[in-house]
């Protein structure tokens, strides 16, 4: 990663699980980025979300594109949504997802996010999520719709320094 990236923390599972938090997120940096290596282990899984400051309420929403290389790209949308997505849960692979979170210690602001997804040979999907708070973000929860993460799944979180 560049030098302004800084590792804050990594989560790599040795079990099976279906949620993963990053807590006490230190308001020092610009922007967060999340790199995530996961796969589910259960077939009926549809999307991979998440949630800021542990908010279950209807303050989100999003935008995605869809893409698979063989079938004409997809778009929809989300609003009112109880979480963000940014990615869709493959079980056939490993599915690399990067999520990247704007200004998240600025109290002025909604917070957004951008994310692209891929699994190997599946399909690419982008997503762009917007939590309607002005708060701080802290703690983010990343989880699976469906099952859990297989074991080996990593999750990084990074800090962005102003440069």
């Not at 990236?5 to 790599?12: A, L, R, S």
């Not at 996961?38 to 869809?66: E, H, I, M, P, Q």
């Not at 999520?129 to 297989?150: E, H, K, M, P, Y």
């Amino acid at each position: 990663m560049p030098s302004t990236y800084e590792p804050i923390q990594t989560t790599t599972l040795s079990s099976a699980i279906d949620n993963v938090t990053f807590s006490s997120i230190p308001n020092t940096y610009t922007d967060l980025v999340i790199v995530a290596n996961s796969k589910n282990v259960t077939s009926n899984a549809n999307y991979l979300g998440f949630r800021y400051n542990s908010d279950s309420g209807s303050n989100y929403g999003y935008v995605y594109l869809l893409g698979s290389g063989t079938s004409p790209a997809v778009s929809g949308v989300g609003t009112g949504t109880t979480f963000g997505r940014y990615g869709n849960g493959s079980t056939a692979n490993f599915e690399v997802s990067f999520l990247n979170i704007f200004n998240y210690a600025n109290t002025n602001v909604f917070k957004t996010s951008i994310s692209q997804s891929n699994a190997v040979a599946n399909y690419a999907i982008s997503y762009t999520s917007t939590w309607r708070s002005t708060s701080a973000i802290t703690s983010v929860q990343l989880f699976t719709d469906a099952g859990n993460w297989a074991i080996g799944s990593v999750f990084t979180l990074y800090g962005i320094k102003a440069a």
